[in-house]
């Protein structure tokens, strides 16, 4: 079990029911069940946070930094996490959802934005130390607002009085997507499983996406690799897809709608997705009508 050292003020949220103190085995096996192909992510994922929510006094607060195409489950990982760790998952006054282009849209306004988002912060992080703020489309996320996030993030930090150290920042990000996907197939192509790839194997391609979002300093914690979804994947969210059309889930037909509904690169070998899982929902839908 995760054991959260608790103050009088979050005991009490607990006992309203706001946070569930989760467990390693139930996120682990919501990743295994839910979160397709991604061995490296759901491995990280779990680790990273069994070793945070265990720890009654982390030095830090826990950054992890997302990595990937589209389509190969980001967000649906985060929700997962969320989900774990909050009783009302997403709808958690305590999990905070920020989209780059859609809440910072304008660079003209930056200077408005950090100190909003610092204000912001600061003002939750106080009311309860464990919250959690997801940034989304970093990609598109100006620097000057990394900027002004960065200090929560460091060791120890405490700013009139509140400590930032039980909070979770999760950002989400295309960034290295090209070049673990080339990793993949390479990898692939030297005839090793999918399974066998490793998150060394990848951390090169992490690490230049880390100099595009943060500078050269080193808040993140983990750097998560989401690998490109492959056809058997897209067949497994095709039969997600039926199940929540209230079919029964017909194994011959998602394959044979992968091939129709889905691009995959490269064009000799269509090895891999090139939109993951993304908009196979609407797409099967649409093919089943
Ligand atoms: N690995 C996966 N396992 C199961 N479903 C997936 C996976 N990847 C994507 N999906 C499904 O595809 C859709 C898009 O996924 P999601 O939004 O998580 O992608 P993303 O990685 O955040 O993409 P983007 O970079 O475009 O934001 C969702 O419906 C999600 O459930
Ligand atoms: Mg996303």
Redesign the pocket.
Known sequence: MWKLSLKVKENLLIRTGLIVIGNRAGLEADLGR?????HIASDVIVKALTGFMNNGNPKKPLVLSFH?T???????ASQLIVKNIFEKGMDSPFVHFFNSVINFPYASQVETYKSQLQHWIRGNVTNCAHSMFIFDEMDAMHPVIIDGIKPFMEHQYKLDGVSYQKAIFIF?G?AGGEIITQTTLVSWKAGKKREELKLEDVETALSSSVFNYYGESNVVDFFIP?LP?ERQ?IV??IMVEMVAMGLQPDHNKACEMADKIVVYIPDDERRISVS???R??SRVRHFMQ
């Open positions: 839910n979160l397709f192909g991604q990937g589209t389509g190969t489950g980001k967000n649906l989400l295309n989401f979804l994947h497994q969210c993951g899982c993304k196979v929902a």
